[in-house]
């Protein structure tokens, strides 16, 4: 699976949007681009995934450039309560074992 | 309500013991993972099972082991033979080759 760069930490202000990128410049055509996210001393929680063309759901959007090579996660009116870490994951579709490799995140502090 | 539970939260233990962490579903997925977490740091991957009766190693196998008796549970060892086993534990489940994973809410293991 190819590695992903995520900023260590960001910070964002109550009610604005924050928009979290992703550099996984090694990605392969079969890989999908995944994100997770955990709030302090629990388990992670699934967002949202995409291939090539940008993805929206109830929790976020996902943006993915033409070449593959970065994306970026947005959420539209961040809350105090999506402080948390959010992992870009990157994996190709039914993978052996469907495993997910996490690296360190990204650290979001929204404040009020 | 459909779920995974991890029993206990918090775990203490005396260096040289082994001990083993619970992991329950009720979503009747297929596969099931354990993964560590250090403070700060992302999940690794410690075993998983795609099946009942099988399982595999992660990247950190060493010093642990499982069993999947049954489709509901995938029971997690850590024995003495682990040298750094204080960690946060979390359990996974998923359909086999699903884009999500659902997550329990983690052991904290602590040996002292």
């Known amino acids: 699976d190819a590695k992903t760069t995520q900023p260590t930490s960001m910070d964002c202000a109550e009610g604005r949007a924050a928009n979290l990128p992703c550099n996984h410049s090694?990605?392969?055509?079969?890989?999908?681009v995944y994100w997770y996210r955990q709030i302090h001393s629990q388990g992670p929680q699934y967002i949202i995934h995409?291939?090539?063309n940008n993805e929206t759901n109830e929790m976020a959007s996902l943006i993915i450039t033409e070449d593959r090579k970065s994306s970026t996660l947005i959420l539209p009116h961040a809350t105090l309560r999506d402080t948390a870490v959010y992992y870009c994951?990157?994996?190709?579709?039914?993978?052996?074992?469907?495993?997910?490799?996490f690296g360190g995140g990204t650290r979001l502090m929204v404040k009020p | 309500d459909g779920g995974i539970t991890q029993s206990p939260k918090y775990l203490f233990r005396k260096e040289g013991q082994n001990v083993t962490l619970s992991c329950e579903q009720n979503?009747?997925?297929?596969?099931m993972y354990w993964y560590r977490q250090d403070p700060g740091q992302g999940l690794r991957l410690i075993y998983y099972s795609q099946i009942v009766n099988d399982f595999q190693k992660g990247d950190i196998a060493e010093g642990y082991s499982v069993s999947r008796e049954k489709k509901e549970s995938f029971p997690l060892t850590v024995t003495s033979a682990q040298k750094n086993p204080t960690a946060f534990y979390l359990c996974a489940s998923s359909i086999k080759g699903a884009n999500e994973q659902f997550f329990g809410p983690g052991t904290r293991l602590t040996v002292l």
């Open positions: 995409g291939l090539k």
């Open positions: 090694t990605i392969s055509g079969n890989e999908y």
């Open positions: 994951i990157v994996r190709a579709y039914n993978n052996a074992g469907n495993m997910l490799t």
């Open positions: 979503l009747n997925h297929d596969a």
